[in-house]
């Protein structure tokens, strides 16, 4: 086999034994050891590969995010207007973010830098990858919402930068969701913690991001 397919071969394993250890265990109990023993290598060999944790970290959001593309995509297809395919994807989005907690921390990991600071934790070709992934995701929200202006239903003077809006704000609802419970006060005033329901959450956070695509184009659709 030749040197190139071998690296590339590794390469995949160690991505795919850093998603198996993020869902079973979440990212932060999930430390370098552990995945290096789950490909049966010693961690150097690990940023032989990948220059930087947060390197490693970038690639598994790809993994992540091209299955939720794959859902997104799916989701989008079954619906036809623009406002019903905005509550398909993000139904699509939320159900996803619960059922692996894991990607939403990768995700605001990566989100806690800033633009310029990560460069120098991941290289330009890795960037590329992520940004790609990222991209193929948020497409699917871009023409929703230009189809939607075009039709008169949304008004969205810039589709993309509001898909990015759209995008952060869905990961903070799935922190509140993942973290499962709401802060709530009694009549004394003293406050204590509630169960959260999953479904009043998304269904408030759909209603936001469409009457952020709505704007003033006419009456938000009251799902």
Not at 78 to 86: F, G, V
Not at 146 to 170: H, M, R
Not at 173 to 194: A, C, H, T, Y
Not at 209 to 216: K, S
Request: hydrophobic share 45%; net charge negative.
């Amino acid at each position: 086999m030749p040197a190139e397919e071998r690296r590339a071969r590794r390469t995949r394993e160690i991505v795919e034994a850093t998603r198996r250890l993020f869902d079973e265990r979440g990212m932060r109990a999930a430390q370098i050891e552990d995945i290096a023993k789950a490909v049966g290598i010693n961690r150097a060999i690990i940023y032989r590969h990948f220059t930087t944790k947060e390197e490693l970290f970038a690639m598994t959001l790809v993994d992540y995010l091209g299955e939720l593309e794959s859902r997104i995509a799916e989701a989008d297809a079954r619906a036809e207007s623009p406002i019903d395919r905005l509550d398909a994807q993000a139904d699509a989005f939320f159900a996803y973010g619960a059922e692996y907690p894991a990607f939403v921390d990768c995700a605001q990991a990566l989100l806690r830098f800033r633009g310029t600071d990560l460069v120098d934790e991941v290289s330009q070709e890795r960037l590329i990858e992520l940004g790609q992934a990222m991209f193929l995701c948020l497409n699917h929200v871009v023409r929703a919402l230009e189809d939607g202006t075009a039709a008169g239903e949304f008004a969205v003077a810039d589709p993309q930068l509001l898909s990015n809006i759209l995008y952060a704000e869905g990961l903070g609802v799935l922190n509140l969701v993942n973290f499962q419970k709401s802060v709530r006060s009694l009549r004394s005033g003293l406050p204590f913690m509630d169960d959260l329901p999953f479904d009043d959450v998304v269904a408030h956070a759909k209603r936001s991001l469409i009457a952020m695509a709505v704007g003033t184009a006419r009456p938000a659709d009251p799902r």
